[in-house]
């Protein structure tokens, strides 16, 4: 043991484990206390949550604010421990996936310090675990609550306007390569947002407020006086589809983060799920009728396994993740109680974004039509329907996962067609409900339409309502399902309660994937 000198009194081991033990919630119990007063968690008891127990491995934890010219040093060791972010690598979900497919990078803002707001070397830690993640290809979840950059970094002497920071890049730039998963709670605008806004599952609490400014750069751009809470509060950010999944609290949020990450981690070794003939059942009697798709798809995919994405933005489209038989797969399916199922610009948009994010990381899609088509009208150009809707098929084309469509009942129009990747022929296997009635548009539009001097030559309004039903039961006979599947239109038609076997058989091998085009390189905009 090397000798000390009387001026360097102190064991160094002694001295770390002193460092180490302030950067603990043990050491700041004011602060604690000012957090969970308002029902929130400290930033490292959430990772605790997160972490699978004695995992994490941490990055840069020695790190003060950049402000040792206008703080003394012990202080800002006490009131910014690690500069306000916990980064590095811990495992998340081993006892289901192993130790391996577990590894995860980890990202937590700590709002006690510094309102969570990001310093110089906030952001050399950023900067140094997005590269860890890019050469490791390292899952990623990160908290995001924060105000924003920080003003008070005063050592920095080497950049005036710090516009050359490379964190927003790099972790824009891991889009496509891992998974990235933001969770919120509490405030998070400007650049916390900006991570926030970019990561391909976005999860928040109830108690989120999030924006691309705060209170403080909207008054100094001359915009008035807002408060926090008045700045992009979760009703607002999960109906326009900047919020995936809204949580109760960190607790949910935290475990709703694990759930969506091991859809990327594997297959389930153990699941369960109901009894299938209700199927047969799910569906009304009369063809005109709506029903609740929710219930039928939870029936159909395993047990717990249904986790809903971006529910309040364009509602005439569900997109979940779901496993079938332990496997992850991405539903897409249309709700007939929200415009009869019809695709508008914005649920058109929502798909599309999904189905990147499913192809990017050969996750399967299933997608389960009832549309009478694409959502038309004035009112529908107005909101960009064309190019919003047409991107829906030029991203269906470029799929390459795995791709199985089942038809519940109608498939009409261009609007089945995306459903279905651009093509009935596009998907590995496409197949019906018994219940299933396919044409060019709906039938009513299309009686209406090819039938008009017919209809316009009946002597009456009641010879006239007679023949159109005649006309609709006409074409409903020869675009029913079975008649499709004999002029090969579809593959084939299923008894409803044998469609979870059905697609399992189709699927074959997990780590199937469709080969990749010849040359080009493929556009990756999961986000």
Known sequence: MPQRSEDDPADPLDELRSRLDQTLDSARPDAVARRESKGSRTARANLTDLCDDGSFVEYGRLAVAAQRSRRD??????????????????????????????????IVNDYTVLAGTQGYFHHLKLDRIFDVIDRLRLPTVMFTEGGGGRPGDVDVLTSSSGLTVPSFASWAGLSGKVPRIAVNHGYCFAGNAALFGSADVTIATRGSWI??????????????????????????????????????????????????LGYFQ????????????????????????????????????????????????????????VRIGGRPMGVLANDTRVLGGAIDATAAEKAARFLQLLDVFNIPVLSLCDTPGFMVGPESEKEAAVRRMSRLFVVGAQVRAPWICVFLRKGYGLGAMAMAGGSLRRPDYTVSWPQGEFGAMGLEGAVRLGFKRELESAPDPQAREQLFNELVTRLYRQGRATEAASYLEIDAVIDPADTREVILSALGSPTRRRPSPPAGRRFVDTW
């Open 73 to 106: 040093l012990d202080e800002l060791r006490r009131e910014t421990p690690a500069d306000g972010v916990i980064t590095g690598i811990g495992t998340v979900n081993s006892a289901l996936f192993g130790a391996q497919a577990a590894r995860t990078a980890v």
């Open 211 to 260: 924006g691309m400014a705060g209170p403080a750069m909207i008054e100094g751009g001359g915009l008035g006086i807002f408060s926090p809470k008045e700045i992009g509060p979760i009703e607002v950010q999960s109906s326009n589809g900047v919020v995936d999944v809204v949580a109760e609290d960190e607790a949910e949020a935290t475990a709703l983060a694990k759930k969506v």
């Open 266 to 321: 594997g297959d389930h070794a153990e699941w369960s799920a109901g009894d299938q003939t209700p199927l047969r059942e799910a569906l009304p009697a009369d063809r005109r009728f709506s029903y609740k798709a929710r219930p039928l798809i939870e029936t159909l995919v395993d047990d717990d396994s249904f986790v809903e994405l971006r529910r309040g933005y364009g509602s005439s489209m569900i997109t979940a993740l």
